[in-house]
């Protein structure tokens, strides 16, 4: 291996080298690695910096080895130290000393700084698409269930009626704050760190601001010293993947709960579920299961990163070499849950009649007929009391609130008529709560719309 460092040092221990490479982990890095040093070729010949034949011949040779790279002619080296200086040996290999002049006015501090920001603008936006895949799906999903009643839980009790629309709305609005979060991330994410060189700038007359253009950046950094050693951005896509994972591990928990034969509410899709080596009756939601644990090691990168930077002197340390691996584990994370999960959410099958005699029983009407009671002129705290006292009677006598005849209510509180009846019908304590945001199909359908009106804006 050639370092791109040797001249003041003699060879180091081959067992100090293999530690302190990091192509093994940055080789993925390749194509951002070659596309900025395109931009840098082509801004050093338009400053007259070098001669433009010389950045020419830089230029195309390097899209030469990107071409190789990309169709498998070419290996990157496991031997060299880094992808950085990789892709310079091998375009000193190609174009001999010409080749050597490519680093003139950059360093590699401020070279992988632009790399990797150039690699999370690409996964962000993957990302980004993926996420609307997913809120399209659910919304399909909630649009095919807007009167599929369901119990709504608090403390996973039984709670007040809702629909399956309803609820998987409530995972949209988590998503769709994910998806901006993302959006937003890309503003810091796209300035560009390039011709900060080592940590002090140049003396060379560059143009950063055309560089940056060169590399779709509409900003550049304002201070060389934070541009080398700022890792905000990985940290703030971490951050955020892990609160996206944090989503996506309440839903699999619930996917796993609704399809368990004890609730009963959802089918998973064969095509999602794996089987038991030993019990041939299974079906198990490994899938859910594994995006659940996955979310560990997301949470685990944001902290191992947060960690390493937590503090380090300014500017670059070989500390940061330590960023590429969580940074990418989180990445690779979100991106694969992702794209199992949008196939899997569609193929999912709704059991409305289990879901709705599971709201049939377990009084989530109740608040409804303590309502009933305020709208007729109790005060509702003697309403709730009361009601109270007739949900406990009822459970003493098996009965719903439905069971119980009108003479009975009569005894409770001559407040109570035939109209309670339809007060405390299922349908209608859904179809009742209107208010923007709630079950009611109507509400539901404008969250559905405000969700699609969102994906559109991408
Ligand atoms: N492999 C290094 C990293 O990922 C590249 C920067 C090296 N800079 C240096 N001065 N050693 O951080």
Redesign the pocket.
Known sequence: MSKLWKGRMDENDPVADSFNS?ISI?GVLYKQDIIGSIAHAVMLGNTGIIKSEDSDLIVRSLEEILEDLDNGKLIISKKE??I?SFVENELTKRIGDKGKMLHTAR???D??ALDTRLYLKEKTEEIINLISSFLEAISDKASQNLYTIMPGYTHLQKAQPVTYAHYLMAYGMMFLRDQERMKDSLKRCMVSPIGSC?LAGTTYPIDRIMEGKLLGFKEISQNSMDSVSDRDFCLEFMSNAALLMMHLSRLSEEIILFSSGEFDYIEISEAYSTGSSIMPQKKNPDIAELVRGKTGRVYGNLFALLTVMKGLPLA?N?D??E??EALFDSVDTVINCLKVYVPMMKAISIKKEAMEKAAAYGYMNATDLADYLTKKGMPFRDAYKLIGKIVADAIKRKKTLEDIKIEEYKGYSSVFSEDLYQAIDIKECVNRRNSPGGPAPESVKAQIEYIKSQIKKN
């Open positions: 990091s940055d130290e880094d950085h360093s590699r501090n070279q992988v080592a670059y070989k940061m070499q960023d590429k």
